[in-house]
């Protein structure tokens, strides 16, 4: 009997020992499973259920940005839903074998990012610097060494850098087509020891909204050299400015204070040219040329007389100097004006507003006048506001 007792007594014990193990196997096997669950969340949070105050629990996700979730979690008692159903689905950047989702993340270039960026021709100076003889526009034109050959290379760096408020001519460049400093906080202007033209007309060339100044550097030669067919339209806001040829200069480098027209067409129907000074046409000098006239303003420009030449060569036309040719070529020079200002310009010889010729008149030049005014200019030989 004893014996049926204790072998009785070793199954309980038996089953019981199996039982507890059975019991901590299946509540292992439960928490693997809950962390599995966790190891699946991709980011996104979404509540359902009751929490703490009976108005609902949060489950918060975790993962890439282009992975879809929908969490739904339920719990009691203010307990977050851990026994909730979450379902992920992910998009080509995959998911593991075991399903968690990869959370690698896209290289993507955020809005700040690309505030940041700057524009590729941008330079942080307040100078840059224009050659067409020996510059390059693979240059970034920050310096007389580094700079760019092509005014719209020029007006490019510009646009791109608030910083710049000069362009500095080193060397002479050409211009073509429209041309304008629009958009751009810069003027251009003759830099020191600059001595020639800043800039020679290719075709036809239209000036608008731009400031050339000459800086009030000693030159031989004008702002603009227009010539050989070729045309010239200086429109609105433009201003050509404080350049001084001669004295001391050779006659044929001493001509048109801001620009030199030479067998070619000049159309003004805007903008400002003032004080400039040259020994013929202190503003503008026409050598069997065409200029037309109908609108702008021609002021505070001087013909001043060059101390390296002849007495019969002196100074002629304080605003528009107007000639055939010194070598007799017997073309014409034409001048139509029937619109805008010559005024307040000055001569030291003949012609301080226009002058046709020097000390002799030429009947080879035309002068048409249906309209524009002439007014306070002034002529120490002949001819204050016109020299005919």
């Known amino acids: 009997m004893k014996r049926k007792n204790k072998r009785m007594m070793l199954i309980l014990v038996m089953s019981f020992v199996l039982t507890m193990s059975f019991t901590a196997q299946f509540t292992m096997s439960v928490m693997a499973q809950d962390t599995n669950q966790t190891n699946q969340t991709t ?13 609902g629990s949060s489950g918060t996700t975790s993962g890439s940005t282009d992975s879809k979730v929908s969490a739904e979690s339920q719990g009691t008692d203010g307990q ?21 989702v990869n959370t690698q993340s896209n290289d993507v270039l955020s809005d700040s990012d690309k505030d940041e960026e700057q524009p590729k021709d941008a330079v942080d100076v307040d100078a840059i610097y224009l050659n067409g003889s020996s510059g390059s526009d693979d240059n970034d034109g920050t310096s007389a060494d580094k700079a760019v050959k092509t005014f719209e290379k020029a007006k490019q760096i510009a646009k791109d850098s608030p910083s710049v408020t000069t362009i500095y001519v080193t060397g002479t460049a050409d211009l073509t087509g429209d041309v304008s400093l629009d958009g751009t906080s810069a003027v251009v202007k003759r830099a020191e020891g600059m001595t020639g033209y800043l800039f020679k007309v290719k075709g036809t060339a239209t000036l608008s909204n731009i400031t050339i100044d000459g800086n009030n550097q000693s030159a031989e ?5 227009v010539s050989d067919g070729t045309t010239l339209n200086i429109t609105d806001g433009t201003v050509l400015e404080n350049n001084v040829t001669g004295p001391g200069a050779q006659l044929y480098d001493a ?7 030479e067998d070619a ?25 065409t200029m037309n006239m109908t609108g702008g303003t021609i002021s505070g420009n001087k013909a001043v007389n060059a101390t390296t030449r002849r007495d019969n060569y002196n100074a002629a036309g304080g605003g528009v100097g107007i000639y055939t040719s010194w070598y007799g070529s017997g073309k014409s020079s034409v001048f139509n004006f029937s619109g805008g200002t010559i005024d307040g310009n000055s001569s030291q010889g003949t012609g301080g507003g226009i002058s046709l010729g020097d000390l002799t008149a030429s009947d080879a030049i035309e002068l048409n006048m249906t309209g524009g005014t002439i007014s306070n200019n002034s002529s120490r030989s002949c001819g204050g506001g016109i020299f005919v």
């Open 43 to 55: 980011e996104v949070t979404e509540t359902n259920g009751s929490g703490s105050d009976g108005s």
């Open 80 to 100: 977050s839903g851990t026994d909730g159903k979450v379902t992920a689905s992910t998009s080509t950047d995959g998911t593991d074998k075991d399903g968690t």
């Open 221 to 225: 030669k004008s702002l603009i050299y």
């Open 255 to 261: 001509d048109g204070g801001a620009v030199k027209v």
């Open 265 to 289: 067409s000049l159309n003004m129907s805007g903008g400002t040219i003032q004080n400039n000074s040259a020994c013929i046409g202190g503003g503008i000098c026409l050598e069997r040329s």
